[in-house]
């Protein structure tokens, strides 16, 4: 049973906006680490974002760049990843992700994902 839904994505040209939502779905998202992953063509699931639900304290990946952000509604139980300036590189599958207290940057810490959001960013 996928517990997290993400939702937001789409097509959108490059140097447009998208913002992503994950929500928790039969999962309260209260006390975990959540994250935001992608899966670029030609790459393995790559770390975007995380932030820590209880306290905040996000970090993100190298290439990022301050492009993105991530954020929470803790009474509507959503996780948000707003991207701007789009880049067609950052086309790819996004995911959510949770784990239990700490944010990690690795794929392999999480127990919980969503089913994916297709990001589509022409030129």
């Known amino acids: 049973q996928v517990r997290l839904v993400e939702s937001g994505g789409g097509l959108v040209q490059a140097g447009g906006s998208l913002r992503l939502s994950c929500a928790g779905s039969?999962?309260?998202?209260?006390?975990?680490?959540m994250a935001w992953f992608r899966r670029v063509p030609g790459k393995n699931r790559e770390f975007v974002a995380s932030?820590?639900?209880?306290?905040?304290?996000?970090s993100y990946g190298d290439f990022v760049k301050g492009r993105f952000t991530i954020s929470k509604d803790i009474d509507a139980n959503t996780l948000y990843l707003q991207m701007n300036s789009l880049k067609p590189e950052d086309t790819g599958v996004y995911y959510c992700?949770?784990?239990?207290?700490?944010?990690?940057?690795?794929?392999?810490?999480?127990?919980?994902w969503g089913q994916g959001t297709q990001v589509t960013v022409s030129s």
């Open positions: 992700a949770a784990r239990p207290v700490a944010t990690s940057p690795y794929p392999a810490d999480y127990r919980e």
């Open positions: 932030i820590y639900w209880e306290r905040g304290g996000d």
């Open positions: 039969g999962l309260d998202l209260r006390g975990l680490g």
